[in-house]
């Protein structure tokens, strides 16, 4: 697993590699898991919670399961309000990175 990027990756950042083909690894250091509460999901990350909005109540299925964070898999959601700037913060903090 790579260390977290030496300089603040941007939700554009996160989106344009995606679109150019690279997907998004989870760390094998990293817990994802998520407790589902009934106004928004608590996405929880390596010792770090991650209160969600109900509008992103679909990214803690998602980021927490086995399903493959390609940009095929995130697409639908990358216009999500808020789906992009947590995506580049778990990017930032070590639990996910790009996979080229």
């Known amino acids: 697993t790579p260390l977290p990027p030496e300089a603040p990756v941007t939700p554009g950042a996160v989106a344009a590699a995606l ?3 690279a997907r998004l690894r989870r760390s094998a250091v990293a817990d994802f ?3 589902d509460r009934p106004d928004a999901p608590l996405l929880f990350v390596g010792g ?3 209160p969600l909005s109900p509008a992103l109540a679909f990214a803690a299925p998602l980021l927490t399961g ?12 990358l216009d999500a309000d808020g ?13 996910l990175w790009i996979a080229k």
Not at 66 to 77: G, N
Not at 83 to 95: K, N, S, W
């Open 19 to 21: 679109r150019d083909g």
């Open 33 to 35: 898991v998520y407790l």
């Open 48 to 50: 770090m919670d991650y």
């Open 66 to 77: 086995p399903t493959p964070l390609t940009h095929d898999a995130l697409a639908p959601h």
């Open 83 to 95: 789906f992009l700037p947590l995506l580049a913060e778990l990017v930032d903090t070590g639990h």
